[in-house]
Structures are given as structure tokens and as C-alpha cells.
């Protein structure tokens, strides 16, 4: 009966019979909040460290991915160039082939005028030949 009126003041009496404001229920609900707090709280600084070592993953891919672009960008260009070379190379070739041919062309005409030329003194020779 002693203990309902100092419950009902709320005072409440603990295991060792000490004198206690709170409720021995209260006591141990709030020392269990106080443990998953702490649990908590370390759960929530593994989660930390955790996503900060993924960030600093995730960051180091980005630069690779980012390095590998440049890379594969300079590439490209480098073939872009490349190709212009060749091309230019190409046309340059082809004009020395338009060029040497026109001058085979000449040589040829130059050559049959000089084969007539020959047939003609040849003829003349003959000619003078048959004479004397």
C-alpha cells in the first residue's frame, strides 16, 4: 500500500530498494533505447564509410572512364588526320600520274616522229646509195 501511494507520486522503489523518481520499467526501456541508439549510430557510421569508399570508387572510375575518352578522342583524330594525309598523298600521286603520262604521250609522239625521220634518212640514204 506504502508502495501504491509512492507510485502514485511517482516514486518507485529499484531492486536494492533504493528510492527512484522514474518507473524500474522506464529505466529499463530507456537503458535498451540507449544500447540500439549506440547500435545504431555505429551501424549509421559503417553505412559512412561504406558510401564514402564507394564515392571515392565511383570518383576514380569517372576519371579512368574520363582518361580512356580523351584517349579514344585523340585517337580518333589522330585517324581523322591520318586519312586526310593519305588522301592528299593520294591526289598528289595521282596528279605525278596524269603528269608522267602526258609526258609518256609526248615521248611516244617525239619517238614515232623521230621513226619517221629515221625511215626518211634511211631512205635517203639508200637512195644516195643507188645513185653513185
Known sequence: MA???LGEAGL???ELNKLRVLDPEVIQQTIELKEECKDFVDKIGQ???IVGGLIELVDQLAKEAENEKM???GARNLLKSIAKQREAQQQQLQ???AEKKMQLERYRVEYEAL???EAEQN???DQFIFQK
Open 115 to 117: 621513226c619517221k625521220v
Open 47 to 49: 553505412f559512412q564509410k
Open 123 to 125: 631512205e635517203f640514204i
Open 71 to 73: 584517349k579514344a578522342t
Open 12 to 14: 518507485h522503489f529499484d
Open 3 to 5: 508502495k501504491d501511494i
Open 95 to 97: 596528279a605525278l600520274i
